[in-house]
């Protein structure tokens, strides 16, 4: 089975949440060093099949592990590329990332109705992490702002772009960010994404099924996975001090 691709969202809200999103990415600050995970923790975050299966209630039978980061899912308009899938070399392949660790889990059916996909990150400050976390945040920004603009064309025009996503529904704050992408061909998939920087950790959830969507559970496996953060022990005080 093929995985998923990419939709499109209203033309002037595409545009409001661009403008309104760059600002955002801009004003990213990052959080304290206080709660850092330890740099090898990357595997420890990621929820292992039984528990993702029993906290998402669906039948996902299948698990394929990654210690690098790794696209499964693409669009067909470039602008899109890192809007459509999570755990890719663009967003975390940066020189201060200490760990990855992701995920790949279906369920084992003919045709397949399920696709869950994690990524997590130790990266070696909570600057890393907060500006890897910016850059997605422009990216799925700017993939609204293109997906409009190739609407608009198709409208004028007498053709199809042939476009296998659309993206909507994007919501940021400085904490995290989620999107939608809803297939446009063939199976109907449609999935919930999620981001989150939390302290020197980069987090993100992929949920996809075939009608009827998922209302939630991609940020639901978010915090079930930063619920699993180690945290680095205190450094002892030297003697004297």
Not at 2 to 31: D, F, I, Q, S
Not at 78 to 107: K, N, V, W, Y
Not at 191 to 206: I, K, R
Not at 223 to 238: C, Y
């Amino acid at each position: 089975m093929t995985p998923p691709r990419a939709p499109r969202a209203p033309w002037l809200h595409a545009r409001v949440t661009c403008a309104a999103v760059l600002g955002l990415a801009a004003a990213l600050a990052a959080p304290p060093e206080s709660s850092a995970a330890p740099e090898s923790s990357a595997s420890q975050i990621v929820l292992p099949l039984a528990e993702a299966a029993a906290l998402l209630a669906i039948p996902i039978t299948t698990e394929s592990a990654f210690d690098q980061p790794r696209r499964d899912f693409q669009a067909s308009l470039p602008a899109c590329a890192e809007a459509a899938d999570i755990g890719t070399p663009q967003g975390f392949g940066r020189p201060d990332l200490a760990t990855f660790h992701g995920s790949l889990l279906r369920d084992d059916s003919e045709e397949g109705r399920y696709i869950v996909k994690q990524a997590a990150g130790v990266f070696g400050s909570s600057a890393a992490a907060a500006a890897a976390q910016g850059e997605l945040v422009t990216h799925v920004a700017a993939c609204l702002k293109a997906q409009g603009l190739d609407r608009s064309d198709d409208e004028s025009s007498s053709g199809d772009t042939g476009r296998d996503w659309t993206f909507t529904g994007m919501n940021a704050s400085p904490q995290r960010l989620s999107w939608r992408k809803i297939e446009n061909q063939e199976h109907g998939w449609q999935c919930g994404l999620v981001s989150q920087a939390q302290d020197n950790a980069l987090l993100q959830t992929l949920v996809c099924e075939r009608n009827p969507p998922p209302k939630g559970p991609a940020t639901e496996l978010l915090n079930a996975m930063a619920a699993r953060i180690p945290q680095a022990a205190p450094t002892a005080p030297e003697p004297g001090n």
